[in-house]
């Protein structure tokens, strides 16, 4: 089903910007109007949009043609959401005080649909006094604000007043009616998940891991979010996808960090913010934890999703010194690495805890095996000896065993978010059936 959306451009040089987002709308399957006020209209012109939409733009609100149905309504009514990008100063002033004197804030006042709004401008203007309280004004009223991004800047100037990337746009969009349609059926609940693989140094410049990307884990906490779920991501290695929006990301590189801050999440521990802040691995991933405002209160998990290719072994000792190579053979003192999955379900029996299994061969029994040497609640499986479903592909197949059921469920091969769907789904529904779990 094709989702609509107006996209509502006004003045400002950002407006560019909005072309792009335009096309990415249109490919995420996205039907667009465009309404453009005459200030955008001066940056880029309505043929450029209508090219990228197959819609004609709207630019004013008294045509005649479109009146005599009343054309303002009629697309205020079409609307499943409306993104205002870039939102002008002006623009702010105007939808604060309610008033609908052209087509864009005339839409706004009529539609049912919720409004996005993406404010751009020179970095003073944004920390004007008036500004800040118009915006204050539009959260109060039910608008959903999308803060602008912080950097250099057309006049020359550098500070906060970027129009955020078209691709960061068309999350937050995805994500607002995400929240709107999916079914909410975690709801209230915390969910950790571990994604990607581990790093055991070997010496400085050495290390033992594996393929794993982390896509599959990445794609459960996007929908553990769009299902409600408040979500930790704790992400091993240096898995370099971007952090799905909503989501608190953690990273840590070896599977001892991996285990304390799984158990500390979980936990829900009182000082779980000190994680992220000591985090010295976490050089580019700071906007994910949100560190310019006040955190809320973590509680403890009520379900932990382990999706980790956690390195099974690591070296008893780490070389201080890049290793030379004086001989022909090395060999290394391996150690057992702590079983994550394992030890979270036999600290906290109330988590509902799910493992994955990758296998590449005999996949059903080593998955029914994991099941229950592990204590779990759900094991999903899939046979990454496979190439169009294994490490790095962006398709997954699943098979997924429960502890109370024997019959298993076969999630046919699609792509790792429609498959992370389906497995938030059974999670969800698996919970709410089972009393032990239920918030109540």
């Known amino acids: 089903m094709m989702k609509r959306i107006i996209l509502a451009i006004t003045g400002g040089i950002a407006a560019y910007k909005s072309a792009v987002l335009a096309r990415l709308l249109v490919k995420a399957g996205f039907e667009v109007r465009v309404i453009m006020s005459q200030g955008a209209q001066a940056f880029i012109t309505p043929l450029t949009l209508q090219a990228l939409t197959g819609n004609a733009v709207h630019t004013e609100l008294l045509d005649a043609a479109a009146e005599r149905g009343m054309g303002h309504i009629e ?30 804030t005339t839409v706004c006042l009529a539609t049912a649909a919720p409004v996005l709004v993406a404010p751009a401008m020179n970095q003073q203007m944004w920390r004007h ?7 204050q004004t539009l959260a ?31 999350a937050h969009v995805e994500h607002t009616l995400a929240r709107l349609t999916v079914p909410q059926v975690l709801a209230g609940r915390h969910v950790v998940i571990t994604a990607g693989p581990t790093i055991e140094a070997i010496d400085p410049v050495r290390y033992l891991s594996n393929h794993s990307t982390g896509k599959m884990g990445f794609a459960l906490a996007k929908a553990c979010c769009n299902a409600g779920a408040r979500v930790t991501l704790i992400a091993g290695g240096k898995v370099q996808l971007p952090t799905p929006l909503g989501v608190t990301r953690i990273n840590v590189l070896s599977a001892e960090q991996m285990l304390v801050a799984a158990q500390l999440y979980v936990k829900g521990d009182e000082n779980w913010q000190s994680v992220v802040d000591d985090d010295p691995h976490d050089h580019h991933h700071h906007a994910a934890h949100h560190h310019d405002a ?3 209160d973590l509680p403890p998990a009520d379900v932990f999703i382990a999706t980790a290719a956690v390195a099974d072994y690591r070296t008893r000792q780490a070389a201080p010194q890049k290793i030379k190579k004086t001989q ?14 394992a030890t979270i379900s036999a600290e906290f029996p109330n988590v509902f805890t799910v493992g994955f299994a990758a296998e590449t061969q005999d996949v059903e029994r080593y998955a029914r095996g994991k099941l229950t040497a592990k204590n779990l609640d759900m094991i999903a499986c899939n046979d990454v000896s496979r190439s169009d479903i294994g490490f790095g592909s962006d ?23 429609e498959i992370a769907a389906q497995l938030v789904g059974l999670i969800g529904r698996h919970i709410g059936a089972c009393p032990q779990f239920n918030l109540a």
């Open 140 to 170: 109060d009223l039910g608008y959903r604000l999308v803060m602008p991004d912080s950097g250099e800047q057309a006049c020359g100037d550098v500070g906060m007043g970027r129009l955020p990337e078209p691709e960061t746009l068309l």
């Open 294 to 296: 006040p955190l809320p």
């Open 328 to 341: 022909d053979e090395l060999t290394l003192d391996l150690v057992k690495n702590p079983d994550i999955l």
């Open 75 to 104: 697309l205020a009514k079409w609307a499943d959401i409306m993104l205002i990008a870039p939102a002008s100063a002006n623009t702010l002033a105007r939808l604060a005080m309610g008033m609908a004197d052209d087509l864009l």
């Open 395 to 417: 398709d997954n197949a699943i098979t997924v065993f429960f502890r109370d059921q024997y019959d298993a469920i076969t999630l046919p091969k699609a792509s790792k978010g």
């Open 129 to 135: 006094p008036s500004v800040q309280l118009n915006l």
